[in-house]
């Protein structure tokens, strides 16, 4: 089993107040690892200096056996992620939104995009405006902007927020598949 995320002795202040405190955790490929805490607990700080969004006080992160701090970029490629909402245009369809991020990317053709629309079930609301979207596609259409370049880890921050029991379901049936069929590693935080 391969290490894909690797976090050794997180540590976060701000000014005189500790964030974190040594915070460490390990997911390997195929893993789900749920990391679960309170409000104010320090779960979306941790996802932010795993994923660069702010500076580590100490500690390490390596995400494909690159140091984030050293090597950002390289650690960072193969890295999908969700934190707080995830952005999308609401005046666009699903599909011109899923376009959008593709060309941030090399080499995403169009039967990647329509495999991973298939993958996260919005076949049959692709081409409608995300405005018209529920919650729950417009979280599914967020998996699949962030899952468009194969990454090996993904990333989310409170993925089933707002969801209904079915959608919640759904959102669970979608992730062991990524992490089975995909062998992602995916870290969840609730």
Known sequence: ???ILKCENLCKTFGKK???KNVSLQIEEGDI???IGPNGAGKTTTIKLILGLQG???GTVYINGYDVQKNFTKAIEKVGAIVENPDMYMYLTGYENLKLVANMYKGITQSKIDEIVKLVKLENRINDKVSKYSLGMRQR???AQAILH???LLILDEPTNGLDPEGIKEMR??????AQKQKMAILISS
């Open 1 to 3: 089993m391969e290490t």
């Open 18 to 20: 500790q964030i974190l």
């Open 33 to 35: 690892l749920g990391f």
């Open 56 to 58: 580590i006080t100490s």
């Open 141 to 143: 259409l967020g998996i």
């Open 150 to 152: 194969s990454p090996k």
């Open 173 to 178: 049936e979608l992730l062991i598949e990524l």
